[in-house]
């Protein structure tokens, strides 16, 4: 079974304390598709770039099994841009810039042969954008959003309307809390569940991830990492491994989902190790079964 992916398509240039690199491929939607696609095939991607998307770019994701139907390219526009500096321990990034270009005016309409697709992930995108996917297509089995704080302060409705709609919501523990006003991660997901989805699943980062439904709680730990070079895209990268893994097996059980976040957190991982999806050209599926074996190793007691 496939994964339908929507998220942007970007050029970042990224600042960390060790090294700068401009325009690399980056985006919601890329980290997720290439993600999944260690899982499942076919992935497809919906989005939308300018003529200044680099060729060698497409052709990556093509040679990742990410099926590029649904990306939108703008002849006269710009791809959208952001910038990012993070501080020397990772866990401070502030925004150098966001160049939204082609983005702003993006209304996709699904290809025909998209709208079965079972399995949707709508990477962080703006709510309305969202909403607008989940009311084309036609027979998901699964439906899962993530968000961002710019969404809760600016777009609160839009994307209480999004969050009613979907079956799992993915958001950082920031996240939880800005858009419920708990301090408590569990009165947040708690919260959260009132909203409409089935399943709420908090991540840490460094510290892994939580997943709260009404009935049960489980907690994913992050694979230990000695280096971190580009933690870019790592949430996008935990929700596509996750949902690869998922629509790989065809089992939305709770012993799926959770193998699934440890499938995500491995993912994750990888991504890290370098710059934008660089790290992931040389992953194997082996390499990612290896750290998933390591991972459980860890928390069986």
Known sequence: MGVLVVGTVTLDTIETPNKRVEDVLGGSGTYAAVAASFF??????????????????TDFLQTRGVDLEGITRVENGKTFRWGGKYADDFNVRDTLFTELNVIEDFHPVLPAAYKDIPYLFLAN??????????EQVKKTKLVVSDTMDFWINEERDALQ???????????????????????????????????????????KGEHGAISITESSYFSAPAYPM?????????????AGGLMGYLASVGDLSEGSIRKAMMYGTVVASFNIEDFSINRQKSVQFQDIKARYNELQDTVRF
């Open 40 to 57: 499942v095939n076919p992935v497809r991607l919906i989005g939308v770039v300018g003529a200044d998307f680099p060729q060698a770019y």
């Open 125 to 134: 995108d703006p709510p309305e954008l969202q909403l607008s996917i989940i």
């Open 161 to 203: 309307k999004t969050i009613e709609r979907v079956d799992i919501l993915i958001l950082n523990d920031s996240e939880a809390k800005l858009l419920t006003g708990e301090t408590n991660l569990m009165k947040a997901a708690r919260t959260i569940l009132r909203y409409g989805p089935k399943r709420v699943i908090i991540k």
């Open 226 to 238: 000695t280096q971190v070079t580009d933690p870019t895209g790592a949430g996008d990268s935990f």
